[in-house]
């Protein structure tokens, strides 16, 4: 962590901010955590609707990355409504979206796409997690006890770990 620039460990909540709605003197932009909702055709897709979520994280403006869903299979190569945004900023965002995904890790699906070549693909950043479990986590990330906790998808909240 030392040799990252970027890098921060977050002891108590006061630690800057990590999410916020300007930056501070001083503060660097490093990126947006995205939430996504597919408006794929896909069974598996319509029929949970409000709980299929792709969480990811880019540092470009979220309306350019969502450009053109339809040709890429990460976004199962179909259209989709942004469900919620979280600015970041003095954060390392790759280690971020790591952690977001390791703590909702268990709610990843496995659905398989085919790409325009009609190779099937399996996205990965897609979970079947209902959206308040997500301001839940990025709240707990901001409060700096995400780490205590996991998904439970059974229970369909976040579980304190054992």
């Known amino acids: 962590m030392n040799k990252d620039d970027s890098g921060r460990r977050i002891t108590e909540s006061s630690a800057g901010p990590l999410f916020a709605d300007a930056p501070e003197e001083g503060d660097n932009s490093t990126g947006t955590i995205y939430v996504l909702r597919s408006v794929s055709n ?30 890429q299979t990460t976004f199962l190569m179909a259209p989709v409504d942004v469900a919620g945004t979280y600015r970041l900023f003095n954060i390392n965002r790759t280690k ?41 986590a990025v709240q707990k990330i901001m409060d700096g006890t995400i780490t205590d906790f996991v998904y439970d998808p059974n229970a369909a909240r976040l579980v304190r770990r054992m």
């Open 96 to 136: 971020l979206e790591n952690l977001i995904h390791r703590i909702i890790g268990p709610a990843q699906i496995g659905i398989q796409i085919p790409d325009r070549l009609r190779r099937r693909t399996s996205p990965r950043e897609w979970f079947l997690v209902p959206e308040f479990v997500i301001d839940e």
């Open 42 to 71: 896909h069974p598996m897709v319509a029929a949970n609707r409000d709980l299929v979520h792709k969480i990811g994280v880019t540092t470009m403006e979220v309306e350019k990355r969502i450009a053109r869903t339809h040709l």
